[in-house]
Each structure stands twice: as C-alpha cells, then as structure tokens.
Nanobody
C-alpha cells in the first residue's frame, strides 16, 4: 500500500513563509503528477499547485508569484514553498499524488492534511 504524510503546517503571520512537505512511501513503482490542494473553513477543496514527473508546474491564480511547488523524485517527496502568506491562505493543505504500484494502473492517493493558519 501507499501512505502520504504531510508536514510543515502551522501558525504564521501575514507576510510570512511556510514550507510544506509530503512524503510518499510504500510499494511505489512510479510517481506521476504530484499536487497540493487546500480546503478553507466552510469551503470546497481546491487545487493549489501541481507538478508533473517532468517538472512542469501549474498554479491557482490566487497563489501565483507567492507559492512554489517542487519535487524530489529520489525521495518521492513534493514541497510547497509558501511566501507572502495572506489570511485567505488559511486552510487544511493536502497532497494528492498519482502513483503506480507494480503492474497496477496509476491511481490517486491523498495525504491526511496539515493545517495552515495565517493570522496576526
């Protein structure tokens, strides 16, 4: 099986920075697209950023120029560097990876989420 574990969340002041990490472990053959989603209080989950296995990235308009997604393929880890944080970035952040196990078709796996709170 596969397990995704996020870390790096916490409380930060507006204008500050946080770096999230998500490590995938288990019987992994390949990791394809790696994503960060977030779910603000009382709202639906939304895509924040994505990175393909080739390194192409995509961002939500609300975070462009402030957030950077990156990955370390050797460690099956995806990162989200969040700069110039705003109160509206407050949410539970989830990683979502497309992973292939052995000869099975690729499928998506979610992490358990990490809370990010931006407040003075």
């Amino acid at each position: 099986q596969v397990q995704l574990v996020e870390s790096g969340g916490g409380l930060e002041q507006p204008g500050g920075s946080l770096r999230l990490s998500c490590v995938a472990s288990g019987s992994i053959f390949s990791v394809y697209t790696m994503n960060w989603y977030r779910q603000p209080p009382g709202k639906q989950r939304e895509l924040v950023a994505a990175i393909t296995s080739g390194g192409s990235t995509n961002y939500a308009d609300s975070v462009k120029g402030r957030f950077t997604i990156s990955r370390d393929n050797a460690k099956n880890t995806v990162y989200l560097q969040m700069n110039n944080l705003k109160p509206e970035d407050t949410a539970v952040y989830y990683c979502y990876d497309i992973i292939r196990i052995g000869s099975w078709p690729p499928q998506g796996y979610w992490g358990q989420g990490t809370q990010v709170t931006v407040s003075s």
